[in-house]
């Protein structure tokens, strides 16, 4: 699956791996779209606990747009990185690109919006669901 690569301040970059199940085309081996923008929804999605005036919460989506600037090279791992520009009481403007062999060449472009949950402490839910999963 989708995996954290790195990240660096308030910026995050998360890596899918190159698999078999993924291709859209057997013919030419390049990844289905869908998987590309599951990439791209995560990592913009994610971008808001990396965010200083955020931390740790839901955000679940409430838009998004993809841009797609080329093709992913067949048998290459895809990568995404999104930060936020800007974030209101309530919403988070994100901003990211998928890319694969160099961040200067990116494969798709993605902005959108995410709900900011207030009032839900994700490190709440997080130890509640370690603490269920010990009482098993």
């Known amino acids: 699956g989708i995996c954290l690569e790195t990240i660096d301040g308030e910026e995050g970059t998360l890596r899918l791996p190159y698999r078999e199940e993924l ?11 869908g998987a590309l923008t599951v990439l791209l929804d995560h ?5 808001g606990i990396c965010c200083d005036k955020v931390g740790a919460t839901m ?7 993809i841009d797609h600037l080329g093709i992913a090279p067949a048998g290459k791992d895809i990568f995404a990185t999104a930060k936020v520009y800007k974030a209101t009481s309530r919403v988070l403007f ?9 961040r200067d060449k990116p494969v798709a472009r993605a902005t959108g ?7 839900l402490d ?11 999963a010990q009482q098993q």
């Open 43 to 47: 990592t913009l999605g994610i971008a």
């Open 59 to 65: 955000t679940p989506t409430l838009d998004l747009r």
């Open 23 to 33: 291709v859209g085309n057997p013919q030419t081996g390049v990844v289905h779209g």
């Open 113 to 119: 919006s995410w709900v900011i949950m207030t009032g």
């Open 94 to 102: 994100v901003e990211g690109f998928a890319w694969c062999e160099s």
């Open 122 to 132: 994700l490190s709440q839910v997080l130890s509640s669901s370690q603490a269920a």
